[in-house]
């Protein structure tokens, strides 16, 4: 088939990778446009544009989705499909370009964690499994019809930084799955029943605060969910405490917030036990284990 490739971070180059090895052909790569990507540096393409310029593919940079110029670049390109990966919400008027419809990789198991986050929110909230899913792309966000699933454990101690390689690596290969099944048309969409569905938002700076009057399960959960980005975080001493790793803590008689070495392990107490944390920064420093922590520092007080 003929495909456009739409995507915009790392997230999206295995598929892209994907699909250029395989059978069918790449008539365009659409990538948002450069833009600043830090305090006072220059503009910089996203990864895909700077993946799709390597591989020497076709790339249109969009700005406006809506715009009628971006629609006579796509509608030229007579493609059979359209393959959404890690990109910004199509327009009606985009979707019904290609003759076989617009198909998006997203991960989870759809319908639970529709949104921007779904690989954080699964970790936060516990979710022993998770996977991806591609469907066909409809006018709501996260809500078309399923063409495949593919389910995979979630470890107890796994950061959302571990689970997003796993899934963007085995999503890419259900991804390509998918496209063979509708080039040949041997494929059962199944509809989504919307009335589980579950919601996965963006992640702002206060929804990172870690709030250790919850159960440690809880705690544990949220610091591992935001790892390595947006990043758990509690006020310590006056200073913005990040937390990337953590664990389930031994028994300790401390109040929720309350640091304690305990068998060279940093623990802080939580409503119903301890959790240990095993990598930690403070501002202006490197990534610290516990214990390098416990050995440079003075670890006393409270977390909150």
Same mark, same amino acid.
């Given at each position: 088939?003929?495909?456009?490739?739409?995507?915009?971070?790392?997230?999206a180059?295995?598929?892209?990778?994907?699909?250029?090895?395989?059978?069918h052909?790449?008539?365009?790569?659409?990538?948002?446009?450069?833009?600043?990507?830090g305090?006072g540096?220059?503009k910089?393409?996203?990864?895909v544009k700077?993946?799709a310029?390597?591989?020497?593919?076709?790339?249109?940079?969009?700005?406006?989705l809506?715009?009628?110029?971006?629609?006579t670049?796509?509608k030229?390109?007579?493609?059979?499909l359209?393959?959404?990966?890690?990109?910004?919400?199509?327009?009606?008027?985009?979707?019904?370009?290609?003759k076989?419809?617009?198909? *998006?990789?997203h991960?989870?198991l759809?319908?639970? %964690? +529709?949104?921007?986050?779904? @690989?954080?929110?699964a970790i936060?909230? =516990? /979710?022993?499994?998770t996977?991806?899913?591609?469907f066909?792309?409809?006018?709501?966000v996260?809500?078309g019809?399923?063409?495949?699933?593919?389910?995979?454990?979630?470890g107890?101690?796994?950061?959302?930084?571990?689970?997003?390689?796993?899934?963007?690596?085995?999503?890419?290969e259900?991804?390509l799955?998918?496209?063979?099944?509708?080039?040949s048309?041997?494929?059962?969409?199944?509809?989504q029943?919307?009335?589980?569905?579950t919601?996965?938002?963006?992640?702002?700076?206060?929804?990172?605060?870690?709030?250790?009057?919850?159960?440690a399960?809880?705690?544990?959960?949220?610091?591992?969910?935001?790892?390595?980005?947006?990043?758990?975080?509690? *006020?310590?001493?006056?200073e913005?405490f990040?937390? %990337? +790793?953590?664990r389930?803590? @031994?028994?300790a008689?401390?109040?929720? =917030? /309350?640091l304690?070495?305990?068998?060279?392990k940093l623990?802080?107490?939580c409503l119903?036990?301890?959790?240990?944390?095993t990598?930690?920064?403070?501002?202006?420093?490197?990534?610290?284990?516990?214990?390098?922590?416990?050995?440079?520092?003075?670890?006393?007080?409270?977390?909150?």
């Amino acid at each position: 088939m003929n495909i456009v490739f739409m995507g915009s971070p790392e997230f999206a180059i295995p598929s892209l990778e994907q699909i250029h090895h395989s059978e069918h052909t790449i008539k365009a790569v659409v990538s948002n446009v450069d833009k600043r990507r830090g305090r006072g540096s220059k503009k910089s393409p996203t990864l895909v544009k700077a993946k799709a310029l390597e591989l020497g593919l076709p790339l249109i940079e969009v700005d406006d989705l809506s715009s009628p110029q971006f629609g006579t670049q796509l509608k030229a390109l007579e493609a059979d499909l359209f393959v959404v990966v890690a990109f910004r919400i199509l327009p009606t008027s985009v979707l019904n370009i290609p003759k076989k419809g617009s198909i *998006n990789l997203h991960a989870s198991l759809l319908p639970k %964690y +529709r949104g921007a986050a779904p @690989i954080h929110w699964a970790i936060i909230n =516990g /979710e022993e499994e998770t996977g991806c899913t591609v469907f066909f792309l409809d006018e709501k966000v996260d809500t078309g019809n399923i063409i495949l699933q593919q389910k995979t454990k979630i470890g107890d101690n796994e950061t959302t930084g571990e689970l997003y390689n796993r899934l963007r690596d085995m999503g890419s290969e259900l991804l390509l799955e998918s496209i063979h099944k509708i080039d040949s048309e041997d494929y059962t969409l199944s509809a989504q029943d919307h009335s589980i569905a579950t919601p996965a938002p963006k992640l702002f700076r206060d929804d990172c605060h870690i709030d250790f009057n919850k159960p440690a399960a809880d705690v544990h959960n949220k610091i591992r969910g935001l790892s390595p980005f947006p990043t758990a975080w509690a *006020n310590w001493n006056g200073e913005k405490f990040n937390m %990337y +790793r953590s664990r389930l803590g @031994i028994a300790a008689n401390i109040d929720p =917030g /309350e640091l304690l070495v305990k068998d060279d392990k940093l623990l802080v107490g939580c409503l119903d036990g301890t959790v240990e944390l095993t990598e930690v920064q403070l501002p202006g420093t490197k990534r610290l284990t516990g214990e390098e922590l416990i050995r440079g520092y003075d670890v006393e007080g409270v977390l909150n």
